[in-house]
Every structure is written in structure tokens, then in C-alpha cells.
């Protein structure tokens, strides 16, 4: 698998986990929670993005 398309999957599930991480920290009022998994999905999105540019860049 090219670096670019596991950076693209590993953005992908970064999200996914800080999405849920986030939904749960509302839920149950933990803002250390929600706050930590605002911050995984952004940096899910960002190496995600890394991907796209490496895939665009032929690496």
C-alpha cells in the first residue's frame, strides 16, 4: 500500500474515533473528552489531507 493511500485511511480513522470521542464527551458532559476528540478528528483531517497531497505529488 503507497504511503499516500495509508495516510489517507489513517486520516480517515482518526476521524471516525474523534467523532465518536466527541459525541460521547457531549453526552456524558465530559468536556476533556469532547475537546480531545475535536482535536484527533482535526488531525485526522489534516493527515488525510497529507495523503491527498502525496497522491497528487506521485509519492
Known amino acids: 500500500m503507497k504511503s499516500s493511500t495509508k495516510d489517507q485511511v489513517k486520516g480517515k480513522m ?3 474515533t474523534g467523532k465518536v470521542k466527541e459525541v460521547v464527551g457531549k ?3 465530559n468536556k476533556e473528552l469532547e475537546a480531545k476528540g475535536k482535536a484527533e478528528n482535526v488531525a485526522g ?3 488525510q489531507k497529507a495523503g491527498d497531497i502525496k497522491k497528487i505529488a506521485g509519492k
Open 14 to 16: 482518526h476521524q471516525v
Open 27 to 29: 453526552v456524558i458532559d
Open 45 to 47: 483531517k489534516i493527515q
